[in-house]
């Protein structure tokens, strides 16, 4: 039905290619997940709208799907290029916290995140540290590719043919990689295995063929998408930095690990990005401490579909530039949209005409184009305001723009997008309680009082907006 051929742009090549699953009875698709030392901030859950977008594309689309998304609970070190300290590690010993309890927490919010922006449930969430036994015979299978130092087991990435060919121009590569393990032989190789210093006080380590210590960040990917989804798959998503160093030492991996069976073997099929989210202000990066979370949007008053809204505004290939202004602008097309729906339902039955068919296809054609969502939200745009559509058909229209885009239109209210802000010092019941006074004093003529009300509800946060255009009776001010 929703036959339009499928064109996803490849970042191995820098191409748009037409999508010709492996198995089209099961999709596969890995995507690389949060590390779970801290919040996931605004940026990261970019990462899993895309993703999310992604896979309700493709099952919309009629193809069933694996997919997976990991736990990154050990290994990944503040520098992406082997430096610096594993992150897990360090914000235990930040907190005085055990690692475990702080990985598990994490996760847990990392989960809610998801939730509350409706992103779906991919079919697993490995752990990493479920996989050690798993990553540690991976890296004996792939030994003859690397060479031992005192930081542990090393990663020779002149070993396969075309290293890096998926990052960006190769100086650039280079630069970000401060090549501060003495004994490693390119500035881009890369830990398979690093083993514990003497004294170390690691509260997460395994014993190995090369000592005490803990497997390297890249190791774990390669592990669980073969693991879970076979030597080949279809996709493999990441953030934009991911494209540089992580998934060209996946690569480097499945390529050693296939016994080096050229540059064209890489594991997946298609690897694909999404752009990151800035913000002018700052660095939107987790290790910085101060950072926007999704508790964050919504402490402001704003619902998490209006960020996942905000989020689909734009390509997932182009940057996003953070701003408040840019959020409340979603959130007030996303009440447009939910209001407009409302008018529908409130409608009879008018003789119409136009079939809505139209509308599905150019939905079809927008999100078959390399995920277009901001051309998809323009197609349900107009399906709202065409009057030549029955109202019914408008609606059940919903549906399939639903499924696709996430905005849960069909069940929607105006009331569910109402998010009192954590400043706010009256509640839904306090406000409609006034609200209601000040009608009576208003059908009273009694202005007086009726303004009283309202400057009573402004000093506690609520603005009263008669007449507003878009039928709201009251705005709480973040
Ligand atoms: P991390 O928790 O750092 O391992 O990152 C989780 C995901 O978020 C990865 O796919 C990253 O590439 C992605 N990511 C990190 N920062 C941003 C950002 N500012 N905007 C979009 N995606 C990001
Ligand atoms: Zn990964």
Redesign the pocket.
């Known amino acids: 039905m929703h036959d339009v051929p499928m064109t996803l742009y490849n970042s191995l090549g820098r191409a748009l290619q037409r999508f010709a699953p492996i198995d089209p009875a099961n999709v596969r698709i890995y995507s690389?997940?949060?590390?779970v030392y801290n919040y996931?901030h605004i940026?990261?859950l970019?990462?899993y709208v895309f993703t999310d977008t992604l896979s309700r594309v493709l099952t919309w689309k009629g193809w069933p799907l694996t997919h997976i998304i990991n736990i990154?609970d050990v290994g990944?070190l503040t520098s992406d290029a082997d430096a610096g300290d594993d992150k897990m590690e360090a914000a235990a010993r930040a907190s005085g916290r055990d690692i475990w309890a702080i990985a598990a927490h994490y996760t847990q919010a990392f989960k809610q995140d998801l939730g509350d922006l409706n992103i779906r449930a991919p079919s697993r969430f490995p752990l990493a540290t479920d996989h050690v036994e798993g990553m540690i015979d991976f890296a004996k299978s792939i030994e003859g590719h690397c060479y031992r130092i005192d930081d542990g087991l090393y990663f020779d990435t002149t070993s396969v043919p075309g290293y890096g060919g998926l990052a960006g121009r190769r100086d650039d590569a280079r630069e970000g990689r401060i090549d501060a393990v003495a004994g490693k032989r390119h500035p881009e190789d890369f830990a398979i295995w690093r083993t514990s210093p003497p004294g170390g006080n690691r509260q997460m380590e395994w014993d190995s063929p090369w000592g005490r210590g803990a497997p390297g960040w890249h190791l774990e990917c390669s592990v669980m998408s073969r693991q879970y989804l076979g030597d080949r798959f279809d996709i493999h998503t990441?953030?934009v930095?991911?494209r540089e160093i992580h998934h060209p030492n996946e690569i480097a991996q499945n390529q050693a690990r296939q016994g080096c069976a050229g540059a064209d073997y890489t594991g997946a099929n298609i690897w694909m990005h999404?752009n990151?989210?800035?913000e002018r202000s700052g660095k939107?990066s987790?290790s910085s401490g101060a950072f926007t979370t999704l508790r964050t949007l919504v402490d402001r008053g704003f619902h998490p579909l209006a960020y996942r809204l905000m989020c689909l505004q734009a390509h997932y290939r182009s940057e996003i530039e953070f701003s408040w202004e840019g959020l409340a602008a979603a959130q007030t097309r996303l009440k447009r949209l939910v209001q407009g729906v409302e008018a529908l339902r409130a409608r009879p039955a008018a003789a119409t005409t136009a079939p809505v068919a139209p509308y599905i296809q150019r939905l079809d054609a927008a999100v078959s184009d390399d995920l277009n969502t901001p051309r998809a939200l323009l197609a349900l745009d107009e399906l709202l305001a065409d009057k030549r559509v029955a109202p019914a058909d408008r609606i059940a229209a919903l549906v399939d723009f639903d499924a696709v885009l996430g905005l849960d239109l069909v069940t929607a209210t105006r009331a569910d997008l109402r998010v009192r802000p954590a400043s706010a010092a009256i509640d839904e019941d306090g406000i409609a309680e006034r609200l209601s006074a000040r009608r009576d004093v208003r059908a009273a003529k009694d202005f007086a009082a009726s303004d009283a009300i309202r400057d009573a509800l402004a000093a506690a946060g609520v603005e009263v907006m008669d007449g507003d255009p878009l039928g709201w009776d009251w705005r709480i001010d973040a």
Not at 32 to 35: D, L, S, V
């Open positions: 690389c997940g949060p590390t996931a940026g990261n970019r990462a990154t990944h990441g953030g930095d991911h999404n990151f989210l800035v939107m987790k």
